[in-house]
């Protein structure tokens, strides 16, 4: 009788060991942001119960996410930096890019604001008046979507804040490079979704200091490697994961999810 127990005990674990091993499994390389703001802890489970796909996100800047996704160490990459991500479509480690959701870029910083810029409109002014207050404005520099928008408001603005003692490079994830900014008392470019998802939890004493520029504008799109160039990808996986994000079931979810407050962090906008 014992060994008769012991056998179906045996045999139940290997049935279980067998089907997890058996689910099917694709990386998503992706950014802080979606993480950082739940959108993949409510969305995944959503998409998995639909599919018996399990998404396993690996969760970086704009610049490494797309990095991974052309070494072919993840299935489907999904990003918001949208002149990269048509650059690698056109050199061929991608394929079926698509929009997705879009949110903004704000401006943040000191609630007493020492540079004096809110009220602005421009945030190209707002940086001009950053450097000329030297005031301490700490950037990601970690090559994400949020940095390259950022070196891309310098640049409008005229200023070349590389070396610069009120300049700091942080090389961290954005909720990390608001809590760094909060403590130095410094500006940052952040994105809504962390924002707002994440300024309570952290007890950040930071504010918005300028937000609506249409230059601020944050696109997402998501895109599968290439097959062509990795065999191994799991391609049909990795498209039934992006036609699902695009269809009208997950352009909803998107558009659902909010934070506690009841604040949309993302606006669904696949065509």
Known sequence: MLKTIISLAAGLVLLAATSVSAQTRIKCASTTST???GLFDYLLPIFEKKTGIKVDVVAVGTGAAIEIGKRGDADAVMVHAKEQELKAVAE???VHRHDVMYNDFMIIGPPDDPAKIKGMKSAADAFKQIAAQNAVFVSRGDKSGTHTKELSIWKKAGVDPKGQKWYLEVGQGMEKT??????KRAYTLTDRGTWLATKDKDKLEMAVVLEGDPVLFNQYGVMAVN???HKQV?????MTFINWLIS????????NFTDKHGNKLFV????
Do not use: C, L, V
């Not at 608001?178 to 403590?183: G, H, T, W």
């Not at 799991?234 to 990795?238: L, M, Y």
């Not at 009208?248 to 558009?255: F, K, L, R, Y």
């Open 234 to 238: 799991k391609h049909k996986e990795a």
């Open 227 to 229: 097959p062509e160039k």
């Open 35 to 37: 993480q950082n703001s």
């Open 268 to 271: 669904p906008n696949a065509k």
């Open 178 to 183: 608001q809590r760094i900014a909060d403590e």
């Open 92 to 94: 061929g480690f991608f």
């Open 248 to 255: 009208p079931e997950g352009q909803e979810a998107i558009g």
